[in-house]
């Protein structure tokens, strides 16, 4: 397989695994899933550090384990490498380590 089928082998299945994920989730939760999504490709783009996505209180509260787990699952559809990513709530909800890139949610220290 070329590195150009590759490529759109990936968009493919990343483009399915959101438009599952877009009916499985609640309006709000999907919403919140895609702007810690932007956030990550923000990170990207500076070429790394951790993504900080400002989160309201309520916002904390819908980032829980299912969408932690949902965000490794598409990172890792991604090529990255579970075990290298750790999403971090500053504290609120429940944190998932999944591992190369840090991804932080909330907008505070650990």
């Known amino acids: 397989m070329s590195k150009e089928d590759r490529r759109a ?5 990343v483009r399915e695994y959101l438009r599952d994920l877009e009916e499985r989730l609640d309006p ?6 895609l702007r810690v999504v ?3 490709n923000a990170a990207l783009r500076r070429q790394g550090g951790h993504v900080d996505v400002e989160l309201t209180p309520q916002e904390r509260d819908l980032f829980v384990a299912e ?3 949902e965000l490794v699952a598409l990172l890792g559809l991604l090529g990255f490498p579970g075990d290298r990513i750790t999403t971090d709530t500053g504290g609120y909800g ?3 380590r999944g591992a190369g890139a840090t991804a932080r949610a909330g907008g505070t220290e650990p």
């Open 9 to 13: 082998e990936t968009h493919r299945r």
């Open 28 to 33: 709000a939760a999907f919403a919140l899933f």
């Open 38 to 40: 932007g956030g990550v």
């Open 67 to 69: 969408l932690q787990h």
């Open 94 to 96: 429940r944190d998932r």
